[in-house]
């Protein structure tokens, strides 16, 4: 059963004297309640702040109770809604109910039994959220693992973490290389949280400068600077009830610093240039690339702030140290009607990542722009990756198969590579096994293609590279 302390309730009703005492009793009950004396009153606290369950009189000067209820189904319809009357009537009862109100309450009535309904109607928007909820859970596992993919050690570890931090309002910190998909792993939490079905809003403090970034968080009123010709919303009040992501917020200014920690502490922010105190609920996620240990040491980021927005750090690992996780996601990333030579893969995963899994997604794009057959090999690979240059080389195919590699010798040398000078560069290794198949095949280019295990236009790509001609080598 839900607790009155966890139900946020406004009440709206002209009656001064009633609204007085009924006030009392609720929060007498411990119930966070809030009152309107009037409908326009009580859109002005509709504007600033969510409420679970709403008690509207119906007859009001102005803007009626049932007017009142419409506007708040179109821009709360979580509310439940009960109406009062002095004067109930069948019609007024069935047109309540058709525009959403829970429950309908004749005057005079016991606060007691108004206190009843009031949490059977909470109870009813709790169960109603929590269905919902059930219903998307294994939705939301099922995305997680499809956007999110590994099975190394680290990767479980961040996993685990989604699992137990996503359902609750803890403020988490990502940490993590560029590239790593931080951003990945705070929609994950967002859609594992009660706040799944509400806004997820992203913005990156290193892609603003200090006035616009400002400007995006907070929004501002017309005129509030040049250029400001319309009022704006900003971010924490479009994320209102959902998350707000906040990305490399080691970037994010010091006075912009101060104004981030009020709003997380009471909730309470402005507009740029308007005085006017709003309230919003928004779960934030944060994520930097920086060491914010030492940043706050030094003094570049406040240290107040810092304890704030890292309730829970959510590490994620270089690519280099989950290597095993690589042929996953090559093959996630290249779909169904692609493959990828055994050597190639091989490549892929001695290789050191720098830009980590963006950089991959990068590699295996071009990759299939320059492959044959759906089918990625070496030397489709950028030549940093293809030719490293402290590894054996591996030779291109000198059989009609497509995976025939050359031999290796006992120092890890291919056959072309231990007959080579000391001194040959990948690529002179390269142009002299091209050279090599061609004046076997005595300049047959459709035959030399066969024997190097490439298409025509992959030979062609070669000649062009090594500046080789076919008709001098016969």
């Known amino acids: 059963m839900t607790k009155p302390s966890d139900i946020e309730l406004l009440f709206v009703d002209d009656d001064d004297e009633f609204r007085t005492v009924a006030s009392r009793h609720f929060r007498r009950h411990g119930f966070n309640l809030h009152e309107a004396p009037s409908g326009e009153a009580a859109l002005e606290l509709l504007e600033r702040r969510h409420f679970d369950v709403a008690i509207l009189d119906m007859r009001m000067p102005g803007i009626s109770g049932l007017e009142l209820l419409e506007k708040l189904k179109l821009t709360d319809p979580d509310c439940e809604a009960i109406i009062l009357t002095g004067e109930g009537t069948i019609e007024s009862a069935v047109q309540a109910m058709k525009l959403g109100a829970i429950d309908y309450l004749t005057k005079p009535f016991a606060l007691a039994e108004l206190e009843t309904i009031v949490l059977r109607a909470s109870e009813h928007r709790r169960l109603r959220k929590e269905n919902v909820q059930l219903r998307e859970v294994l939705a939301r596992q099922q995305q997680i693992e499809t956007e999110m993919v590994g099975d190394s050690p680290q990767m479980r570890e961040v996993f685990h973490l989604i699992g137990r931090a996503g359902p609750t309002d803890t403020a988490i ?170 050597e190639a893969l091989r490549l892929l995963e001695e290789y050191d990542w720098p830009g980590n899994v963006r950089q991959l997604i990068n590699v295996i794009e071009r990759a299939k722009i320059l492959a044959d057959d759906n089918r990625i090999h070496p030397w489709d690979l950028p030549p940093h990756i293809a030719h490293p240059q402290k590894s054996a080389i591996v030779a291109r195919p000198t059989t009609s198969e497509p995976e025939a590699v050359a031999k290796v010798n006992g120092n890890g040398e291919t056959a072309a590579a231990s007959a080579l000078a000391p001194g040959d560069d990948l690529a002179s290794m390269e142009r002299a096994h091209v050279m090599d198949v061609l004046r076997r095949e005595k300049g047959n280019k459709a035959k030399a293609a066969r024997a190097l295990g490439v298409s025509r236009r992959s030979l062609y790509r070669l000649l062009e590279k090594h500046n080789i001609d076919p008709d001098n080598l016969r």
């Open 173 to 342: 910190l990502i940490q993590g290389a560029s590239g790593t998909g931080k951003e990945l792993v705070a929609k994950a939490l967002h859609r594992a949280s009660p706040r799944a079905s509400r806004p997820m809003v992203v913005i990156n403090c290193a892609a603003l400068p200090e006035t616009l970034l400002e400007s995006e968080l907070f929004g501002h009123e017309k005129g509030a600077f040049t250029g400001a010709i319309n009022t704006k919303q900003g971010l924490f009040e479009l994320a209102d009830e959902g998350t707000l992501f906040i990305d490399e917020i080691g970037e994010m200014p010091g006075a912009l610093q101060a104004k981030l920690l009020r709003v997380l502490e009471d909730g309470s922010m402005r507009r740029l240039g308007s005085l006017k105190e709003r309230r919003v609920n928004v779960r934030l996620v944060s994520a930097t690339n920086r060491d914010l240990a030492t940043e706050v040491a030094e003094g570049r980021f406040r240290e107040d702030l810092y304890y704030r927005i890292n309730v829970m750090t959510i590490q994620l690992p270089p690519l280099r140290e989950r290597a095993g996780d690589i042929p996953l996601l090559v093959r996630r990333f290249l779909g169904r009607e692609w493959s990828i030579a055994p």
